[in-house]
């Protein structure tokens, strides 16, 4: 007959026991560690505001000096069949600048990583 399988019984993890000053100092480094994490936050959310503000007075900046496009000339030209699309007047914008990298540039390759269902007539 085979022996019973006893029960193996693992002592219950002590707790810790914390002494009033060791419990305060902790309360102590999680607050500052808290206040640290605010700051460095505050700091970031100051920093993305001024560059966006910079970026809006650039932006109107670039806008008061611009004009229409298309102008009523382009407009009253194209009507008439007269206005080749590559010979437009400057609005005088200058460079479109997206700020934070919004700007994606797409080629053919990243449209062919994925397959599409043929369709074909039967």
């Known amino acids: ?13 002590t707790a810790a026991v914390v002494t009033p000053e060791e419990a305060k100092r902790q309360a102590e480094q999680a607050n500052k ?8 936050a505050d700091k970031r959310l100051d920093e993305e505001a001024k560059a966006r503000h910079e970026a809006n ?19 009253d030209l ?3 069949g ?4 590559d010979e437009k007047e400057d609005d ?3 460079p479109e600048i997206m700020p934070g990298g919004l700007r994606r540039d797409i080629s053919a390759e990243d449209a062919a990583k994925y397959r599409t269902r043929d369709v074909t007539k039967k």
């Open 1 to 13: 007959m085979a022996d019973p399988v006893k029960p193996t019984v693992t002592p219950a993890p």
């Open 82 to 85: 007269l206005l080749d699309h």
């Open 92 to 94: 005088g914008s200058g």
């Open 33 to 40: 560690s808290r206040d640290d994490a605010r700051q460095a």
């Open 57 to 75: 007075v650039e932006a109107g900046r670039r806008q008061a000096e611009g004009k229409p496009t298309p102008t009523q000339r382009e407009n």
């Open 78 to 80: 194209a009507k008439l």
